[in-house]
């Protein structure tokens, strides 16, 4: 059985009246992708530097590789923040070679290591530019680089897909899969669902500071309503009032105007064989029967869309993390007890 790399029990994080996180719980295990899944202001950010003993929680515990304190584990850690931060002037291998120097490599072992990435991700050729002459596609992939360079266990990434493009968001998730075969563990936040979809073996929404779920795809869609697509001529208002249909939906009009693609909700404890049989009692021609798939998108705002876009103004979280972490200031965090 997995060892258990991140735990949180009953922790929470408040900032005078205002609650950030509320009473959270969960584990992640040794080797597995964890996505950490909610809209702005939902208090990932928060959580995420408690882990890493940036914030201390109000209450609650907090263990990260068997310690009560990321410090002491900082070396088994890769923490990419939220607000990037690269020394404009250092030339980018040797910002991935100053990284790995701080988590342990030697100066020789950490230049190898920095070549090796840039070379291993197409970016040799920019070994030498200055960080202030990259794309900030490019930045970002250094600054990635520079994240894992010291091969860490565990691997923390505050919206790790921000800014970048397409192709670049591919490459991350190649990236990610990669550490992940190599045995590490990586928790990523995100509010971009389909990164977590593709991604993730469990993940949790959250949402106001409250944890709204957590488990696996499959879990969160059986929890759902059982959805399916029927395309047939009866009106919306025949298919609205059938027994078992919880809410129906005009899903696509037929270009000849004669059919109509429904996405139908059944009521719980309807199977589709049942409605099925349903719909031939009835009298409704059917031309289509097939059930709908639940995206992560739908089960994310029907969990979380109360929250809605929170404003980062409100949360102190959010206050802090637009100010962001400087390099020095994102080095004194992990490096403190140096």
Known sequence: MPEISVSLQNVTKRYGAFTAVDDLSFEVSEGEIYGFLGPNGAGKTTTLRMMLDIIQPTSGSVAILGSSSAISVRRRIGYLPEERGLYRKMKAADSIAYFARLRGLSGAAAKARAHELLARFGLEKFARSKNEALSKGMAQKVQLLATIAHEPELLILDEPFSGLDPINQQTLEALIRDQRAAGRTIIFSTHVMQHAERLCDRFL????????????????RASF???LHVRSAAPMSVIADLPGVASARVEETQSDGRETVYEIALADGVDLQTFLKTLIDAGVPVTRFEQAGVSL?????????DAGEDADSDNPDGGDAR???????RDAVMEAAE
């Open 205 to 220: 929404i959250l949402a106001k500071g409250k944890k709204r779920f957590e488990g696996t795809l499959a879990e969160a």
């Open 323 to 329: 100010r962001g972490a400087s390099p020095p200031a």
């Open 225 to 227: 309503a059982q959805r």
């Open 297 to 305: 998108h739908d089960i994310f705002v029907a969990l979380a869309g």
